[in-house]
């Protein structure tokens, strides 16, 4: 590969002792894997995963010193595959980035070009990074409520850690396709938030946690969102109304889930599994396209702030204590 001699910034997660440091590093394109595609990062974004990734979570990066970030957009600077070429403009989400594989929170990655999406037309390298992988996955589980038949005008679809990355972009599709939207949230000072987002209702998460042991719940929810699982995705199943759609998402709570079969036997409750890391590339792509077209969020420019890869030490902090809000847009262009 060409233009392999210049130095670049990235965050480097070092393990000492058992203990993990990460901080702002000079590396040189050198040190990256050789891979089809050279791409000059213009910008990533901070996803609940990246943080495990920093934290030395060996589920997620088995080796380190590491470069987490498992989104990244920007400009092809040489590739030795035919479908890229020099200056395009392309997205990469998911795979191995930012799991073993130098991810989006350096400004070079080097990939195999299967792992890469061009950038839709109707879209900027920026905005692809606000959506990311979280409003990916939020896509992703509202097409799975769309496309098993869930009308808006029923009842409400409630969305759980509602002002997290894939929560707020999930209330976010769910309003501007038509659906009513019940927004479960611990930050009691960000319901304006969620309304600007379009929830048309906003609730604490006791609303969602139900210990009474009961098979069934009064029928409230025509399908949901959710990003927590354990406790609160047992309830919201069992709160969930005849035929309706339920799109497991996330595990913040844990990885385990006991609930009733009554929902499903009786009510015809579907759960379905939301998995953005190895969604197949002709679904990533029609994903991508909407995301760009008709469901492209009009509201996008209020639910992300922007950091440098300076300042992103301590957003990485704050998603592993749950006090995010909406996405943060990582700036790689300095
Ligand atoms: N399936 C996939 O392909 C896929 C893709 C991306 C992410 N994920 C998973 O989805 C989940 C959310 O990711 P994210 O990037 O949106 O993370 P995030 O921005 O940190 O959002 C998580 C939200 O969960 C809520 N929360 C935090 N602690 C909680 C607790 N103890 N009990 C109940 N709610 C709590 C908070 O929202 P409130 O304060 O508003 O309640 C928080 O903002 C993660 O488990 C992530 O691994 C899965």
């Known amino acids: 590969m060409n233009n392999r001699s210049s130095e670049y910034k990235a965050i480097v997660v070092r393990e000492a002792h058992g203990s993990f440091t990460r901080s702002v590093e000079t590396k040189t394109i050198e040190q990256l894997p050789e891979n089809e595609v050279l791409i000059r990062v213009h910008y990533s974004s901070?996803?609940?995963?990246?943080?495990?990734?920093?934290?030395?979570?060996?589920?997620?990066?088995?080796?380190?010193?590491?470069?987490?970030?498992?989104?990244?957009?920007?400009?092809?600077?040489?590739?030795t595959d035919d479908r890229f070429k020099e200056g395009d403009e392309v997205i990469v989400t998911s795979y191995d980035l930012g799991m073993d594989t130098p991810g989006g929170f350096g400004q070079y990655i080097s990939v195999p070009a299967n792992w890469i999406v061009p950038l839709p037309e109707g879209l900027s390298l920026k905005e692809s990074m606000i959506i990311g992988t979280a409003g990916f996955t939020a896509a992703y589980a509202v097409?799975?409520?769309?496309?098993?038949?869930?009308?808006?005008?029923?009842k409400p679809v409630v969305v759980t850690g509602a002002t997290g990355g894939v929560g707020s972009m999930a209330v976010l599709f769910l309003s501007q396709l038509g659906y009513r939207v019940v927004a479960i949230t611990g930050k009691k000072?960000?319901?304006?938030?969620?309304?600007?987002?379009?929830?048309?209702e906003i609730s604490g998460r006791d609303r969602v946690i139900d210990r009474s042991n009961k098979q069934l719940l009064s029928s409230s929810w025509s399908a949901a969102v959710d990003t927590i699982g354990g406790d609160i995705l047992d309830t919201v199943i069992r709160q969930?109304?005849?035929?309706?759609?339920?799109?497991?998402?996330?595990?913040?709570?844990?990885?385990?889930?006991?609930?009733?079969?009554?929902p499903f036997i009786l009510r015809g409750v579907s759960l379905m599994g939301v998995d953005s890391g190895i969604c197949l590339m002709p679904?990533?792509?029609?994903?991508?396209?909407?995301?760009?077209?008709?469901?492209?969020?009009?509201?996008?420019?209020?639910?992300?702030?922007?950091?440098?890869?300076?300042?992103?030490?301590?957003?990485?902090?704050?998603?592993?204590?749950?006090r995010q809000i909406g996405r943060v847009l990582v700036n790689l262009l300095d």
Request: glycine share 12%; proline share 3%; hydrophobic share 35%.
């Open 143 to 154: 097409m799975k409520i769309v496309e098993g038949d869930i009308k808006p005008g029923g």
């Open 240 to 262: 969930t109304t005849h035929n309706g759609i339920v799109a497991c998402c996330g595990n913040v709570l844990g990885h385990s889930l006991k609930t009733s079969i009554y």
């Open 189 to 200: 000072d960000q319901h304006s938030f969620l309304r600007t987002l379009g929830a048309e």
């Open 283 to 322: 679904k990533r792509m029609e994903i991508w396209t909407k995301l760009s077209k008709a469901w492209k969020p009009k509201k996008l420019h209020e639910i992300y702030r922007e950091v440098s890869l300076e300042e992103l030490s301590n957003e990485i902090g704050l998603i592993l204590e749950g």
């Open 46 to 79: 901070l996803n609940y995963k990246d943080a495990l990734s920093a934290m030395g979570n060996r589920g997620v990066t088995s080796g380190y010193p590491h470069t987490p970030g498992i989104d990244a957009a920007g400009i092809v600077v040489d590739s």
